[in-house]
């Protein structure tokens, strides 16, 4: 009985080690990110959340390939606009005039005002969400470093 309560208390351990994150730069296949202390990481292949510790903010940032899927040939206007009318969100603005780069609003499925980037490179675009206004998030959105490869 004591080795069975062992090993699930083990295995209970490590299942919730799995979503913890401790603090500092993190590498995914496309991108890296500056993780503040107690921030949580589901990495789900091709989107990663990194939530808030008091749970009440969301980060997450998908990564799709543009060829060989419905994205193909598409602009970051275009997959903004797309994304936005998805989401419900107000129209999409160029960013600091790059054309691979657009944002928009919109609400959470909660009702919490959150916003959205698209950005292209290469024959990956990215959308990164924002939800929650926690004091990290601002910090960790401009540590985003997209991988070009």
Avoid: C
Avoid at 34 to 45: F, K, L, R, S, T
Avoid at 109 to 125: K, L, Q, T
Wanted: net charge negative; proline share 5%; charged share 20%.
């Amino acid at each position: 009985m004591r080795s069975f309560l062992l090993t699930t208390l083990a295995l209970l351990m490590a299942v919730l080690h799995m979503g913890t994150a401790s603090a500092g730069l993190k590498n995914f296949p496309y991108f890296s990110i500056d993780v503040p202390p107690g921030w949580v990481i589901y990495d789900e292949g091709i989107t990663v959340a990194f939530i808030s510790p008091d749970k009440e903010s969301t980060l997450t940032v998908t990564v799709e390939f543009t060829s060989g899927t419905n994205a193909e040939g598409l602009s970051a206007e275009e997959l903004a606009h797309a994304y936005a009318r998805d989401m419900h969100g107000t129209s999409p603005v160029m960013e600091d005039g790059d054309p691979n780069y657009y944002s928009f609003e919109f609400k959470s499925p909660d009702d919490v005002p959150s916003e959205a980037s698209i950005v292209v490179s290469g024959r990956r675009f990215y959308l990164i969400t924002v939800t929650g206004s926690h004091r990290d998030m601002a910090g960790m959105v401009e540590s985003v470093l997209i991988s070009i490869q």
